[in-house]
């Protein structure tokens, strides 16, 4: 009887019509999906430093959370500039470190991002993280190993961290915090909580921190192009089939 009447159904109505009472293919979902959330620069989002690399006091009055790549020439660059904010407002700054890699555009910083916070559990985070973009050329496997035994780190627990991919699903969901919010680009920085898009002069990271810190009234500044790099939303979840 079931299938008569689906038999039916198929004679009376078009195939289109039938689609589109399909789970995930009504209208209204496929309209959802073609109009993905985007994170607003200016907006105050909560983000979380979680249990993320960090420098600074735990109680700095600012907390700075940056969303980065390590293969991303854009993020090479904010890695300087956010080491020189932290420098600039000494004991004020918390400067946190999360992994949004983009496997589609950057076939090895999945990987990198695994490997710095498998150096993380062994105390070296921020020593493989200025080797990660400083040759961030050359991050293949054989490479991360080199860096790995340069800073000391056990290397047998190492390559183990990496063939047992330990630590693919933190950085799968630290990147999805960020893909949630709609920043599907890199780096995007948070300074409590408030969104800059893209690469910025270190002036716009300190106006930033001064406004948080109540010195100077909140100002945005997105003259010109965003500099950073960007994949599509389906796209930029890294998963644990991209090594």
């Not at 159904?9 to 789970?23: G, I, N, R, T």
């Not at 340069?150 to 991919?165: E, H």
């Not at 010109?224 to 599509?232: A, H, Q």
């Amino acid at each position: 009887m079931r299938t008569l009447i689906l038999a039916l159904a198929l004679v009376l109505f078009p195939v289109s019509l039938l689609a589109q009472w399909l789970p995930g293919h009504s209208p209204q979902e496929m309209a959802a999906r073609q109009e993905q959330k985007k994170a607003v620069p200016g907006v105050i989002y909560p983000v979380s430093p979680g249990d993320a690399p960090s420098k600074g006091p735990a109680d700095a009055p600012v907390v700075v959370i940056e969303y980065s790549d390590f293969q991303c020439p854009y993020c090479q660059s904010t890695s300087e500039i956010m080491r020189q904010l932290v420098e600039k407002f000494p004991n004020k700054i918390r400067f946190v470190f999360k992994n949004h890699p983009l496997p589609n555009l950057h076939k090895d910083a999945q990987l990198a991002a695994e490997a710095a916070l498998a150096a993380k559990a062994q105390g070296k985070f921020w020593e493989m993280h200025d080797l990660l973009f400083a040759f961030r050329d050359a991050l293949g496997r054989t490479d991360l190993e080199g860096y790995a035994r340069s800073i000391g780190l056990d290397m047998a627990r190492f390559k183990r961290d990496l063939d047992n991919r330990v630590y693919a699903v933190q950085v799968a969901k630290e990147a999805q915090e960020v893909i949630d919010i709609g920043a599907t680009g890199v780096p995007a920085v948070f300074v409590n909580g408030l969104f800059i898009k893209g690469s910025k002069p270190l002036e716009v990271y300190e106006e930033a921190v001064l406004a948080a810190l109540g010195e100077i009234e909140a100002s945005i500044h997105e003259d010109g192009d965003d500099e950073g790099c960007e994949e599509d939303d389906e796209a930029a979840a890294p998963g644990l089939d991209h090594p």
